[in-house]
Each structure stands twice: as structure tokens, then as C-alpha cells.
């Protein structure tokens, strides 16, 4: 409702629609100034954005069709790997290439994306995880854990996440709002019972701060509460054999 009276008053924002260029490529905007062949792409593939919300492909890299050029590679390997599936890929693009940094009275830029929860503990992101972890480039400031209603989100056999990040390095006072969604966030509707509404506000809330969030190794605890952290915290640098109890039947 606020959106459309915001478009009443305003008007319609004026867009900006390209297609048929590869997203992923480091533009060498200055040389392009110099070129004939500048591209509409070239002109918008800016880090001046507020925002940026996507839900990027996940392909492995194995499967993809398109390979990128050696200043592309050199682009991500320079703090991560260009090897790596494609979402990892636009997430470092999105929060490096694309969303603003703190400019006198304006705020970063913000990613949203929906990401595989793979992204959260595989070794393949280890590098780029850092970016976010405390200490880094980036700050996470709320994931939403779609697992118990992916069925729904994907027909693919795929686990969602929501992560919204901040273009900023986090603060020993910065805290992450994680989200765990339930059968009560979503139901099917329509004659037909297909269609799926969502409604994440129902959504189980727990504010965790900021480092509790991320393991000693640096993987990301999206389920993760002030009580289950306690538990953690009993059991932090003991092995199996020191909290197992043998129990003969």
C-alpha cells in the first residue's frame, strides 16, 4: 500500500533494463570510455547502489557453459576463487562491484539474496565467509532459514537462506537477526492449491551477537540461540571422548 501511494506522488522511478552481457565480467569502465563499443551494461555495472536483491544461479563450476577471461578470474581470485559456484560468484559482485560504500550521510549498500544454505558451512566459501566474519569487509545483518519449507521456495532439491548484508566492516556491538521459518510462514492457496503465499513475519526471531553467530572455524550457525549457544560453550575445546558418558545395557 505505501508503495503504491509513494508511486502516486512520485511517479514511476525511471529504470534502467539491459540484457545479453555477462554480469559477472570486472568492467574496465575507463577503458570503456575510450571505446566505440561501450555497452549500456557498462553504465550501470557501478558500486553506487543502496541496494541490490537477487536470487543468483546456482551452478556449480563443473557445469557452467561460460567461462570468464583472465581479468575476470583475477577479479575474484584476488580475495576468494573464480572456481566456485556461480551464486558465490554474484554474492562477492554484488557486495564489492555493485552496493555503495558510506558516503558522508548516506548509509552502505545492502545485498538481499537467496542463497543455498550450503553457503553457509561449505569449504568452498571458507574465503569468502571471512568477508563477512568478524574482522572482515562486510556485515551480515539477518539470515532467514527456509529449510523446513524449501519444498515449497524450490521444486529443485535446493535449502534456502535469505542473507541481507551491509557494505561495512562489523562492530563488537553489531548483532544478527536470524529467522528460522516454519509450516505457519507459508500455506498453498488458490482453487487449484498450488500457489504459495509467504508470510516470514511469523517467523521464529533470535537476536545472536555478532561473533556467537560464526564458528571457531569460521561456518555460520543459522539455528543458533543464546541457549544452544550455552551448551556450545560447555563443550568448547573438549573432544568426544571427554563429554561422552558409556552407558552398558
Known sequence: FAFREEIKKRGFPETAITGGHNSL???????????????????????EYAAVVGNPPYVRPERQEASLGKEDEAYFSEEMSAN?????????????????ATNGDSRP???????????????????????????GRWTILEIVDLEIIAPMVFSADVVPIILIAEKRPSTEQDKILLRFA????????????????FDLNKAS??????????????????KITPER???????AGKTFDDIAQKFWV
Request: aromatic share 12%.
Open 25 to 47: 565480467r570486472h568492467q574496465a569502465l575507463m577503458e570503456g570510455l575510450f571505446d566505440a563499443n561501450l555497452t549500456e551494461f557498462s553504465l550501470v555495472d557501478l558500486p
Open 205 to 222: 526471531l533470535t537476536e545472536m551477537p555478532y561473533a556467537d553467530v560464526f564458528t571457531p572455524d569460521g561456518r555460520i550457525l543459522t
Open 182 to 197: 516454519d509450516e505457519r510462514c507459508a500455506k498453498f492457496t488458490g482453487f487449484d492449491q498450488k500457489h504459495v503465499e
Open 109 to 135: 549498500g545492502k545485498t538481499g539474496f537467496v542463497l543455498p544454505i550450503s553457503f553457509c558451512d561449505n569449504d568452498d566459501n571458507k574465503k569468502l565467509r571471512q568477508l563477512f566474519a568478524p574482522g
Open 229 to 235: 549457544k550455552a551448551i556450545l560453550d560447555r563443550f
Open 84 to 100: 566456485i559456484d556461480l551464486y558465490s560468484l554474484f554474492l562477492f559482485k554484488a557486495m564489492h562491484g555493485w552496493c555503495r
